[in-house]
């Protein structure tokens, strides 16, 4: 079983709904990561927070909002999506710092209709 | 950007043979992770390098990074159905936390 725990498994929604993503991890983790992975290719990086602060944003579209309410949570907010938008969403956390291997949830499946 | 090339794309073995996973860098390696990924979960942590010419071992997996840090291979030995998956190399750019895997290796262990 993964520490690192995400909620919805699945979820469908429409272009112009609004929904949220959540990770919780309870393994004093203070850097917490989104991912999102296509079919048959590899994660790509989306945001870091580090110690509840966001440290990266790969140029992602503002439809995505993340959140980091506390050390243990991360949210990921969704609204206006796109089909394209359709995949594999990773949570993942680590220890802060470089060379921490992360820890990923089982992800949440995302198809936009 | 770092740039992790894989090597094969797909694999399929029979049961209780040993492969060797390649992935090669653009860039000096400071860390380099390997994980597992079974369709449609997330990726398991399997091992992580570092020194130049490291080698870790975990069961039937040995992981090594080459002397000059842009060459990893993943080697598992006498292969089980278990073994099947998806394998990423993962790098990390220094300091920043930015990690970006490679372009996966898919292995398939026929019983």
């Known amino acids: 079983d993964t520490e690192v725990t995400q909620t919805p498994k699945h979820l469908v929604m429409g272009m112009t709904n609004k929904k949220s993503l959540k990770c919780e991890q309870h393994m004093g983790h203070r850097a917490m990561y989104w991912y999102k992975q296509k079919a048959k290719k590899p994660p790509e990086l989306m945001f870091v927070y580090s110690y509840e602060k966001l440290s990266i944003n790969e140029s992602v579209p503002s439809r995505f909002s993340p959140e980091c309410p506390n050390s243990s949570l991360l949210n990921l907010h969704l609204h206006a999506l796109q089909p394209e938008d359709s995949a594999l969403y990773l949570c993942a956390s680590s220890q802060a710092g470089s060379n921490s291997p992360l820890h990923f949830g089982n992800g949440t499946r995302l198809t936009v209709t | 950007s770092q740039e992790l090339e894989q090597s094969p794309q797909s694999l399929i073995v029979q049961e209780g043979k040993n492969l060797t996973i390649n992935c090669t860098s653009s860039?000096?390696?400071?860390?380099l992770y390997w994980y597992k990924q079974k369709y449609g979960e997330g990726l398991i942590f399997l091992m992580m390098l570092q020194k130049g010419g490291e080698e870790k071992s975990h069961e039937k997996i040995t992981a090594k990074l080459d002397e000059k840090k842009q060459q990893s291979s993943l080697h598992i030995t006498a292969s089980q159905p278990s073994h099947a998956g998806i394998y990423l190399c993962?790098?990390?750019?220094?300091?920043?936390?930015?990690?970006?895997f490679g372009t996966g290796t898919k292995l398939q262990v026929i019983p």
């Open positions: 860039k000096t390696l400071y860390g």
């Open positions: 993962g790098a990390d750019t220094g300091g920043y936390q930015k990690v970006t």
